[in-house]
């Protein structure tokens, strides 16, 4: 099952899920960031499978999958530099 803040949703393979979950994790991202002005987003994503230890056996029983979206918008500075006007010569003025 993945479950978010916005919808729960079955799934019978593992596979599956997070797929769809990596996918739905980057588009509410970059949503949220369009909502608050960001214009040039990038997102990065991060999946982490989580699994308890049981009679003395790594990864033997699976617990859960965390997927997080996170994104990110480039500095102002960033997007500057690409206005030719953004740099200055100083060597005219001896600096």
Same mark, same amino acid.
């Given at each position: 099952?993945?479950?978010?803040?916005?919808?729960?949703?079955?799934?019978?393979? #593992?596979?599956?899920?997070?797929?769809?979950?990596?996918?739905?994790?980057?588009?509410?991202?970059?949503?949220?960031?369009?909502?608050?002005?960001?214009?040039?987003?990038?997102?990065?994503?991060?999946?982490?499978?989580?699994?308890?230890?049981?009679?003395?056996?790594?990864?033997?029983?699976?617990?859960?999958?965390?997927?997080?979206?996170?994104?990110?918008?480039?500095?102002?500075?960033?997007?500057?530099?690409?206005?030719?006007?953004?740099?200055?010569?100083?060597?005219?003025?001896? #600096?």
């Amino acid at each position: 099952m993945l479950y978010s803040v916005w919808e729960r949703k079955y799934f019978d393979r #593992l596979e599956d899920a997070v797929a769809y979950g990596k996918a739905f994790a980057e588009k509410k991202a970059v949503e949220q960031a369009r909502q608050n002005g960001a214009v040039r987003i990038d997102v990065v994503i991060n999946h982490e499978d989580i699994y308890a230890q049981a009679n003395q056996i790594e990864n033997d029983i699976y617990i859960q999958s965390h997927i997080e979206a996170i994104a990110t918008e480039r500095p102002e500075w960033e997007r500057c530099e690409e206005d030719e006007r953004f740099f200055v010569d100083t060597r005219d003025r001896g #600096l």
